[in-house]
């Protein structure tokens, strides 16, 4: 793939060599019209005076022999000298020192064509010969034409050398100012080359700096974002995350995806297969107006140009990476993006993985809900948080009840299946700002944030009917009790709150199962004294 600034010197190079080509050319131009004009102007300089000796040749054998046979040299001179002198004029490039020689062989010729000529006609009609003094006086004018001849050809030759070394001259000059030109284009060129390089790398030194202390995987896939971004001005990125579990294709930032070449997009409907460069483990492109054989459905929905670069790790596809722009995008712009996105794939991979740990680590398997790990961090956050903003944090422990019957009657496979229904329907009856927690083997912990106590017990009440109303399929009816205490009325610290509810939970089971109780200021609610959960 040929970078655009290699296309830019071949182009420059190319036009150079033109411009080079045609500067000789035009140089050897001028240089053959040069020396095409001079030999025309010596030849029409030679015609004159080979007329002049043709007339003069005529005129005096006519003198000498009286025959009208030398009439004809004479008569083919005259028209020869007015057709050269014509000539030589239509050939003059208006050089006064040339005209004024020219001038001076007409009229000499003139004059002595005149004489000549006066002699011929008397001769013809007196029959008389000329006198030795006549025949001398245009022998002169002869000798002077002949030497004002000599003196004009001398000067249109030392002329013809001037206009020729000029034009050699010119060419190489010419040749010389397009070298330099070349040369300067060159370094020009490689000038900027070397400053693009450098900006290159400190960019992508900076997204590697800046990825290797990002927190999370989203904040690597923004940083990724802005990067794509500010590398390729005017485009619009976007990654996708494939999720094999949920056989789904989710994009990165979901909740924002205003800015993104994204939107308008249904993204709950796209599976892994939906992005042609997830599919193909390639990059995969589409230019606009194309009639790609098998359209891919995200790029497929964006207008202008496309790139799609898959993140790929080990050899799997992890997500993809989509920049749109509404103009074309070039080939350093794609070299760009892929080298960014080789850049950041394992590391949000990494990060993927490490959160999932995290996760699973944190996580009941058998419920799908939070387990006791995370309860116990969530309750310290939640309780320093409620007692910064001053607002209430409503906590309630659920146990159900006579659940060793229930694996007795049953077996302790359904007793699991019971477990996880009861995780269901706590997740489905509550809001998502609140927590539910698996806390120990049936017992369950529901954190209520900007909840007091009678929302809290409110609530505990509609998890109980919400539980008793489930019918397990096999089992039938289970039903829990609860015990509810609050933040700040009941304790100032998670544990003490955790004890309130616990012996508010004894009292439900004391006073019958099935019901929720609320904290008692005083602790001899606890039946048994303990203040713990068995
Ligand atoms: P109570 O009404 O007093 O709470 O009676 P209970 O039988 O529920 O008594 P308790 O809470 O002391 O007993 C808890 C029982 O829950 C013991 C155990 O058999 C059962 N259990 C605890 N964890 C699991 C589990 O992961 N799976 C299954 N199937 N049963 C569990
Ligand atoms: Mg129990
Ligand atoms: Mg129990």
């Known amino acids: 793939m040929a970078s655009t600034s290699a296309r830019r010197v071949a182009a420059s190079i190319a036009i150079s060599v033109v411009l080079l080509a045609c500067a000789v050319f035009a140089a050897g131009n001028i240089e053959r019209n040069s020396a095409i004009h001079a030999g025309q102007q010596q030849q029409a300089s030679q015609l004159l005076l080979t007329s002049m000796l043709d007339q003069e040749t005529g005129a005096r054998g006519y003198f000498e022999t009286r025959r009208a046979v030398f009439l004809a040299p004479w008569y083919a001179g005259t028209a020869g000298f007015t057709a050269a002198l014509a000539t030589s004029r239509r ?93 300067v284009i060159g370094i020009l060129i490689s000038r900027r080359g070397a400053r693009r390089e450098n900006q290159r790398l400190k960019g992508q030194r900076e997204l590697n700096e800046l990825l290797q202390v990002s927190a999370s995987e989203a904040e690597s896939q923004l940083l990724l974002i802005r990067h794509v971004e500010r590398i390729v001005p005017g485009a619009g990125a976007a990654v996708l995350n494939r999720n094999n579990s949920d056989d789904r294709l989710e994009p990165a930032l979901g909740d924002n995806l205003e800015q993104t070449p994204l939107h308008g997009i249904n993204t709950d409907q796209l599976r892994p297969r939906s992005c042609l460069a997830v599919r193909l483990s390639r990059a995969y492109e589409r230019g606009p107006g194309e009639d790609p054989l098998l359209q891919c459905e995200v790029c497929g929905k964006l207008a202008g140009d496309v790139a799609c670069e898959p993140l790929l790790v080990g050899g799997q596809v992890i997500g993809a990476v989509l920049v ?75 146990d159900l009840d006579r659940f060793k019957q229930i694996n007795d009657l049953h077996g302790h496979e359904q007793g699991d299946k019971a477990l996880a229904t009861i995780g269901q329907v706590l997740a489905a009856t509550l809001r998502a700002s609140d927590f539910a927690a698996r806390y120990g083997g049936e017992e369950f912990v529901i954190l209520l944030p900007d909840t007091d106590r009678k929302g809290s017990l409110d609530v505990a009440e509609k998890l109980r009917r919400a539980i008793e109303r489930t019918n397990m399929p096999d089992i039938g009816v289970v039903t829990g009790s609860l015990g509810v205490a609050c933040l700040p009325e009941d304790a100032v610290d998670p544990d003490a709150l955790l004890r309130k509810a616990d012996r508010a939970l004894y009292a439900a089971k004391a006073r019958g199962r099935n019901r929720v109780e609320a904290a008692q200021p005083s602790a001899a609610v606890d039946p048994r004294g303990s203040g713990e959960l068995d």
Do not use: C
């Not at 001038?103 to 011929?120: G, P, T, Y």
């Not at 000798?143 to 001259?169: G, K, P």
């Not at 009941?364 to 006791?372: I, S």
């Open 324 to 398: 749109a722009h509404a103009k074309q995008l070039g080939d350093r712009d794609r070299v760009r993006i892929h080298e960014s996105v080789i850049q950041s794939a394992p590391i949000l991979a990494n990060q993927r993985n490490l959160s999932l740990a995290e996760r699973r680590a944190a996580s009941d398997v058998l419920t799908g809900l939070p387990n006791r790990r995370a309860a116990d961090e969530t309750i310290k956050r939640m309780a320093a948080h409620a007692g910064r903003a001053l607002s209430p944090l409503g906590v309630v422990l659920l």
């Open 91 to 183: 050939l003059d490039s208006g050089d006064p020192a040339l005209q004024q020689a020219l001038d001076n062989q007409a009229q000499r010729s003139s004059s002595w064509h005149a004489a000549a000529q006066a002699e011929i006609s008397r001769l013809l009609t007196a029959g008389q010969p000329p006198t030795v003094v006549q025949a001398l006086s245009g022998k002169a004018a002869m000798d002077q034409f002949r030497a004002q001849n000599a003196a004009y050809s001398a000067e249109l030759t030392q002329r013809r050398d001037a206009s020729l070394a000029l034009a050699t001259w010119l060419a190489a000059g010419l040749v010389a100012a397009l070298s330099v030109m070349l040369i």
